[in-house]
């Protein structure tokens, strides 16, 4: 388990529940391998449509990367607005970002559905261009290009200048940044466990249950 390996961090030191060990044989229509983020979002929507399958969490539920992520919750993609125009296109780009927008209004509803609290708070995401690093200058009209372009498209950011960006980032190391305002955190923790305990039906987690082997089975 992550935990053996790299300790408890103090954030996911709360209450959890606990789900037993899979000690016999089963037969469903699925099975789930991981219980993350991934894996009980895919359980939830096999449940949706009737499907019966299990979960098979090989240490803890809410114990592995998914509840050891920053906890932000951002709704722009891997590469830069700008970027991802030129590679693609202006609409390309826009429909990501905001699939992006979806994604959060989606979240919201689900802990509003299943009243679970893990602490969602939109504050906005800064990125901040840094004096002492290579080619900061070229990421600093990045973030320009890119604040022009998503103001352009009806996007909530703001450019922060110097001055806006030691007073963020808390040191003159900072010359300008990026604002996404709409972006959010969460206690991503909280959130993993949210979704095991707000149990639908069709969906059975086992704890502790590491899968030995990978069969294919074809009927003749």
Known sequence: MAEEQFGLPYWL???RPTFSRLET???VEAVVIGGGICGLKIARSLSRYGIKSIILEGGRIGDGASSRNQGSINHGGALGYADCVR???RSTAQSIWQLGLENHRLLRAE???FEFDCDYQIEGFTYLARRDL???ETQ?????EDYRLLKEDGFDVAFLDEQDATQHGGSPLYAGGLSYLNDAQFHSGKYVLGLGVSRLPN???FEDSRVQENSIYKSE
């Open 140 to 144: 600093l009209a990045n973030y320009a």
């Open 203 to 205: 969906v059975t987690i």
């Open 134 to 136: 290579p080619g900061w």
């Open 111 to 113: 802990m509003s559905e």
């Open 25 to 27: 044989d089963k037969t």
């Open 13 to 15: 030191d709360l209450e």
């Open 87 to 89: 590679h693609f296109s």
